[in-house]
Nanobody, 123 residues
Framework: VQLQASGGGLVQAGGSLRLSCAAS????????MGWFRQAPGKEREFVAA????????YYADSVKGRFTISRDNAKNTVYLQMNSLKPEDTAIYYC?????????????????WGQGTQVTVSS
């Protein structure tokens, strides 16, 4: 599986962005998908994840109520809608795919990673 993230950019605090992650391959609908982020000098951290069917979603406490993860299996794409952005959301955002297993918040349990897309929120 190859993952291509897009949609990042520069936005003012309080603004919105929608990230997309397009996946290659015909087995996308069997993968758990996740979004992680990494700010300069910090470790990669969990943001959100979604089950293969889209029926279950999980969020980091820091983004709950502001971010929404969704997927379109017909388009092999997972999305991250980010609203009410804060300067502390500034990071490189990565999408990841996990083959088999349950939804996970642990980066090492994901098998495939996209290249990342930069999100910068100005105050």
């Amino acid at each position: 599986v190859q993952l291509q993230a897009s949609g990042g950019g520069l936005v003012q605090a309080g603004g919105s962005l929608r990230l997309s992650c397009a996946a290659s391959g015909r087995t996308f609908s069997t993968y758990v998908m996740g979004w992680f982020r990494q700010a300069p000098g910090k470790e990669r951290e969990f943001v959100a994840a979604i089950s293969w069917s889209g029926g279950r979603t999980y969020y980091a406490d820091s983004v709950k109520g502001r971010f929404t993860i969704s997927r379109d299996n017909a388009k092999n794409t997972v999305y991250l809608q980010m609203n009410s952005l804060k300067p502390e959301d500034t990071a490189i955002y990565y999408c990841a795919a996990r083959s088999g297993g349950a939804v996970s918040m642990l980066p090492y349990e994901y098998d495939y990673w996209g290249q990342g897309t930069q999100v910068t929120v100005s105050s």
